[in-house]
């Protein structure tokens, strides 16, 4: 694990509180294992973070882009902040090298895995928030995640699959898609799901993921690839 000063030097921000930011990178499996630990977990940070990075990017989007509909925003919104964005700037920041993980999250893969790569990200974000202000946190965003909606904008990837499938079963059967949970498996602080979506009753295809949104979004994907069979 690399020392948490050297992310300070690679951001070219200096905290005045360094445990803030070490908290940013403790995922409650380390408490498990290191009761002795004075400060939290990351969760918290990681909900303050979540709505610095939300009010951000709406504002960015607001002024941007004056004649898009809320609905279009919303959802260039969504693609900018899903799990999937998130982990892969966490990725290419390194952050995994930071964390503090108990050893059986270390062995199982926890710091390459996707929603823990996020939820750090977001906690980042809101200890750069508490410590340097709000003006440090939108330079970071901006940086780091912005950067992003050029694409998201050129491959229409905002139009996420369940927003696609949606539009497809109305189009069809003049329903909405539902999503059920259907199987949940692993221990509290790594579960994977498997849901199922459903056309009136029935039920057209299933995936997983390591949230339920994750497992949704998989599983329109499962049903998009099968709509010509389906339809």
Known sequence: MEEISKLEKKLNINF????????AFIHRSYLNEHPEERLGQNERLEFLGDSVLGMVVSKHLFI??????????????????????????AVNLHLGNYLYLSKGEEAT????????MANTFEALIGAIFLDQGLEAA?????????????????????KDFKSQLQEKAQEKYGV??????????GPDHAKTFKTAVFIEQKKIAEGDGNSKQEAEQKTA????????TLS
């Open 109 to 116: 893969g926890g710091r390459n895995r996707q929603y823990i």
């Open 176 to 185: 909405t898609p539902t999503y059920k949970v259907i199987e949940e498996r």
């Open 16 to 23: 005045k509180d360094k445990n803030l930011l070490r908290m």
């Open 221 to 228: 994907k499962v049903a998009l690839e099968n709509w010509p």
């Open 64 to 89: 941007e882009y004056p004649n898009q509909p809320e609905g279009d925003l919303t959802n260039f919104r969504s693609s900018l902040v899903n799990a999937k964005m998130l982990s892969k700037a």
């Open 138 to 158: 939108e330079a970071f965003i901006k940086k780091f995640i912005l950067p992003n909606l050029k694409e998201i904008l050129e491959k229409n990837l905002y």
